[in-house]
């Protein structure tokens, strides 16, 4: 079972420079999430779907856009990189009942220079 | 304003000891509590949860007691081992369907 798998696992992009992750889910979960971890922090929201088509600000959206046109997936989009969105960034996903968890990906190490 | 707290950046003991891993919140209308564990270069991994309307839950070495008066909530690992040497994320939810909010996590060092 792949679980939940982010693309790419590392990436440098130049300041202003776009570029998309992906992340891809087998476990037909309905909920899906994007969060960032930076140094001596804990996961903070940046966007999360709840289904299909559907797509919600999380504690931190701004300079990040996504999209969910199939239930598998959810992408993350940087339009504009900037310096301070260098992160860790973890996709999750989980069934509508919080009780059961989130299954998160192996995350993104994603360094704007 | 930090939702969710975990005060001990660190935590060492000794191989076969008791961990207590604490958490502390501050929103009234979160309902679900979880923990999980995450090694380095990898995702956390659910660990166990708690619902409101409990005050302890079991799994294996596992046990998280939650104190709702005083906001709190702490996970036992018994006994320790040194596989269990990772960073510890409590984290909560105001539903039971959605998304959580994370504490910055603690990092446990069991000693052999």
């Known amino acids: 079972n792949a679980g939940v798998t982010q693309t790419p696992k590392f990436r440098v992009l130049k300041t202003g420079q776009s570029m998309t992750l992906l992340c891809a889910q087998d476990m037909n979960h309905e909920y899906m999430y994007w969060y960032r971890q930076d140094p001596g922090m804990g996961l903070r929201l940046i966007h999360y779907?709840?289904?299909?088509?559907?797509?919600a600000k999380g504690e931190v959206p701004d300079g990040y856009n996504v999209s969910r046109l199939k239930k598998q997936n959810f992408l993350l989009g940087l339009e504009s990189a900037a310096p301070s969105q260098t992160s860790v960034y973890f996709c999750?996903?989980?069934?509508?009942?919080?009780?059961?968890?989130?299954?998160f990906g192996s995350g993104t190490r994603l360094t704007v220079v | 304003d930090q939702q969710v707290k975990q005060n001990s950046p660190s935590l060492s003991v000794q191989e076969g000891r008791i961990s207590i891993l604490n958490c502390d919140y501050t929103n009234s209308m979160f309902d679900y509590f979880l923990w999980y564990k995450k090694y380095p270069a990898e995702g956390p991994t659910f660990l166990i949860s708690i619902s409101s309307i409990k005050d302890k839950n079991e799994d294996g070495r596992f046990t998280v007691f939650l104190n709702k008066s005083a906001k709190h909530l702490s996970l036992h690992i018994v006994p320790s081992q040194p596989g269990d040497s990772a960073v510890y994320f409590c984290?909560?939810?105001?539903?039971?369907?959605?998304?959580?909010?994370f504490g910055d996590g603690t990092t446990l060092t069991v000693k052999p």
């Open positions: 984290a909560a939810s105001a539903s039971n369907a959605g998304k959580s909010t």
């Open positions: 999750a996903s989980s069934f509508p009942r919080t009780a059961y968890g989130y299954t």
């Open positions: 779907s709840v289904g299909e088509g559907t797509t």
